[in-house]
C-alpha cells in the first residue's frame, strides 16, 4: 500500500490519493480477469505505470511500447518496467539494448503509418510547391527563434523560387492555431518577406504530398515525410536553446544543418535534382532501419501467441 507523508503539500495528497485510487480499482480488475499478458502503450505515463505494476504483482506478463520519437540520450528510458518493450525498428534497438536491465526488446515495427506507407504515391514534381517547416509544443523561446530565423532565410532564396514556393507552417494539434498564426505573420512582416504563406495543424498527408522541402527540429513528422519522399532538412541544434539529437539522421548528416546555412541548402534541394534523389534515397535507408514493418497489431499478435506457447 502507498504511505501518506504528513508533510505533502494539498497538491501532492492530490496526485497521490489519485493514484491510490488506480491502484485500488486495476487491482479489482486483476483480480477478476487476471490475464496472462498485460499490454500498455507506454509504461512511462502515470496510469499506465499503474497497470503494469500490478499486473505484475499477478504475474502477468507486461508488455509496453514505443510510441513515438526516442531520443537515444533519453533518460527517462531507463525507468521502463515491463518484461518486454515492442519498438518500431532496428535502430531503436540499437539504441537501447544497453539502457534497458531486464526489459526485453523487440523489433516488430509500427502500424501508425500503415495506411500513409500503403498510399504514398510520389507526387508529380510540379505539384511540390511548399517549403514546409514544421512545429512542435517546445517552449515558446525556441519556436519564436525557429520562426524568425527561417523567415529570414527564406529571403535569401531567388525571386523565381520565392514565386514559385510557398512557405507553409505545419503546426503540431496540439498548438494553438490563432495564436502561432500570429506570430507567423508578425515575423514574415519583420522579415519583409515576399513569399505567400499558408498554415496548417492537420492534413499532414497532404502537406506532405505537396511538400519539396521540410525544415524540422526533431519530430516524428520526419518518418512521414520519409514515406512521402519529401527532402528533409534538420537544423542543427541552437546555442544555449535547444541540443538536436537528430534522432532519424544517423545515414544522413548532410540533412543536418545550422541555421545559417539554411537557405543553401534548400537551394540544393529545389535546383540540384541529383543532389535531391540522392537525399531521398539515404532517407529511405533510414526509413528500413527506423521502422522495420508497417503492420506491427499483426506480428504482435503471432509474436504473443507464440511467447504464449512458450511460456505454457
Not at 266 to 283: A, D, P, V
Request: charged share 25%; hydrophobic share 40%.
Amino acid at each position: 500500500s502507498l504511505s501518506q507523508p504528513s508533510n505533502l503539500t494539498s497538491e501532492e495528497f492530490f496526485i497521490l490519493s489519485k493514484v491510490k485510487l488506480y491502484f485500488d480499482h486495476i487491482e479489482i480488475i486483476m483480480k477478476k480477469f487476471r490475464p496472462k499478458f498485460t499490454l500498455t502503450i507506454c509504461d512511462l505515463q502515470t496510469i499506465e505505470r499503474v497497470i503494469t505494476e500490478v499486473a505484475e504483482k499477478f504475474n502477468s506478463v507486461t508488455i509496453t511500447h514505443q510510441h513515438g520519437q526516442m531520443k537515444k540520450t533519453n533518460p527517462l528510458l531507463k525507468y521502463t518496467i515491463s518484461n518486454y518493450i515492442v519498438v518500431w525498428g532496428e535502430q531503436t534497438r540499437k539504441n537501447f539494448i544497453d539502457l534497458f536491465e531486464k526489459t526485453k526488446i523487440i523489433v516488430l515495427g509500427t502500424d501508425i503509418y500503415q495506411e500513409l506507407f500503403e498510399k504514398a504515391i510520389e507526387a508529380n514534381e510540379d505539384e511540390k510547391t511548399f517549403i514546409t517547416l514544421a512545429l512542435n509544443p517546445r517552449s515558446n523561446e525556441i519556436n519564436f527563434f525557429i520562426i524568425e530565423k527561417v523567415c529570414k532565410q527564406m529571403n535569401n532564396l531567388s525571386a523565381k523560387e520565392r514565386m514559385k514556393y510557398s512557405l507553409v507552417l505545419k503546426l503540431h494539434p496540439e498548438m494553438n492555431i490563432r495564436y502561432w498564426s500570429s506570430k507567423f505573420i508578425s515575423y514574415i512582416k519583420a522579415s519583409s518577406l515576399k513569399m505567400e504563406y499558408k498554415i496548417y495543424t492537420d492534413q499532414n498527408e497532404y502537406v506532405l504530398k505537396k511538400s519539396k522541402i521540410l525544415i524540422v527540429l526533431s519530430s516524428s513528422i520526419t518518418l512521414q515525410a520519409f514515406i512521402c519522399n519529401v527532402s528533409v532538412i534538420c537544423v542543427e541544434s541552437i546555442p544555449d536553446l535547444y541540443k538536436n539529437p537528430a534522432v532519424f539522421f544517423n545515414r544522413i548528416p548532410e540533412s543536418v544543418v545550422k541555421i545559417g546555412n539554411l537557405s543553401r541548402e534548400i537551394q540544393n534541394g529545389l535546383q540540384n535534382s541529383h543532389y535531391n534523389r540522392t537525399i531521398i534515397s539515404k532517407q529511405k535507408l533510414s526509413l528500413k532501419e527506423e521502422i522495420a514493418f508497417f503492420d506491427a497489431s499483426l506480428r504482435e499478435k503471432e509474436w504473443i501467441n507464440t511467447l504464449d506457447k512458450t511460456l505454457a
